[in-house]
């Protein structure tokens, strides 16, 4: 009997060929609308090999029922969506796509980041709604980005890569993070702070920080009201590290100047959401990674992660590295 496999989200089908050239490969018939709990569920039992989106809880009772299961590889380089200590117990490697997404992700963050202060977003509608009468003195003025100060949280490859960005810009560099990174620092004349000095200090506050019982809500009220009153937050981990409540009320209160975010607490987000109706956000539909170049690198990757452990073989990008190949029969 071949192995397996399932995939959450219809993929264009030159993705999956060599796949299917071994193995029974099933798909999720819809690109733009995420599997439901019962389907994936009831895959998940039959699978030797689950192909996830960030939008799929793999919880669990998917992989403890999963008596087949060997891998999960997961589009996206966070798997906060994943019960990797589950995963880990019940000897299934857990794979991600880290490296192929930095340098693209970190264009979407600073882009963002440029979009907000700049507000591109705000005055390229201006123009398409008809609204530009004339030149104006301060026709849609924005902040400035260069020789500002920016305060990465956060700091992996992608804010590495964003840093290396904010230094074409002239920019001052704080950064917080778990462990110092002496040689970057060197590299990019970056500085270590503390979590409150990079509040307080930064022009431009960048969450990069992956999505943990540690940092879920770590941008409070509190934090938000340490900002500068002309700081502008962006966000491009994930959504629960803020608490979208306190942003909404520190931006129209005054206490931050805007913000750019690219993920949020559930998404999709509800067009109804406060924070759409503000002016000073830009809101993007969590597309970091999503160039045509890097959605494919990442979806080869994944394939590449799922032969090698039903081959049994270590995968390239292994998140619970506790765990070992299977032993051919
Ligand atoms: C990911 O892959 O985890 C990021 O959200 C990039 O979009």
């Known amino acids: 009997m071949k192995p397996y496999i399932y995939i959450t989200r219809k993929l264009p089908e030159a993705m999956i060929e060599a796949m299917q050239q071994k193995y029974e490969v099933k798909m999720w018939e819809h690109e733009d609308i995420p599997v439901s709990k019962e389907v994936l569920y009831a895959e998940a039992k039959k699978a030797d090999a689950l192909f996830t989106m960030l ?26 969506n994943i019960d990797v200590k589950t995963a880990s117990i019940e000897g299934v490697a857990v794979c991600n796509t880290p490296d192929v997404l930095t340098d693209t992700t970190a264009d ?3 882009g963002l980041l440029m979009a907000a202060a700049r507000r591109i977003v705000e005055a390229a509608e201006y123009v398409k709604e008809g609204k530009w009468k004339s030149w104006s003195p301060m026709l849609l003025a924005g902040h400035d980005i260069h020789h500002k100060t920016i ?3 956060g700091m992996g490859k992608i804010g590495e890569t964003v840093a290396k960005r904010a230094t074409g810009f002239d920019m001052e560099i704080l950064y917080h993070n778990r462990t110092k990174k002496p040689e970057m620092e060197q590299q990019l004349g970056a500085k270590y702070v503390s979590f409150e000095e990079l509040v307080e200090k930064s022009d431009f506050i960048v969450c990069l920080t992956p999505l943990t019982p540690e940092t879920k809500n770590l941008f409070s009220r509190e934090v938000f009201s340490g900002m500068k009153q002309s700081a502008i937050f962006i966000n491009a981990s994930r959504g629960p590290v803020i608490d979208e409540q306190a942003l909404f009320d520190a931006l129209t209160a005054g206490e931050i100047a805007g913000a750019g975010l690219d993920v949020f607490e559930r998404e999709p987000i509800n067009r109804d959401h406060p924070l ?26 994944c394939v590449e992660n799922i032969m090698a452990v039903l081959e049994g073989n270590m995968p390239k990008t292994l998140v619970n590295k506790d765990w070992k190949p299977f032993v051919k029969a």
């Open 151 to 153: 305060g990465i949280v």
């Open 108 to 110: 979407l963050t600073f």
């Open 55 to 80: 939008s799929d809880q793999i919880d669990e009772q998917i992989l403890t029922d999963g008596n087949r299961l060997k891998v999960v590889a997961n589009l996206a380089v966070g798997f906060d």
């Open 276 to 301: 759409l109706s503000l002016p000073n956000v830009v809101a993007l539909p969590h597309i970091g990674s999503s160039s045509v170049e890097t959605r494919t690198a990442m979806m080869k990757l």
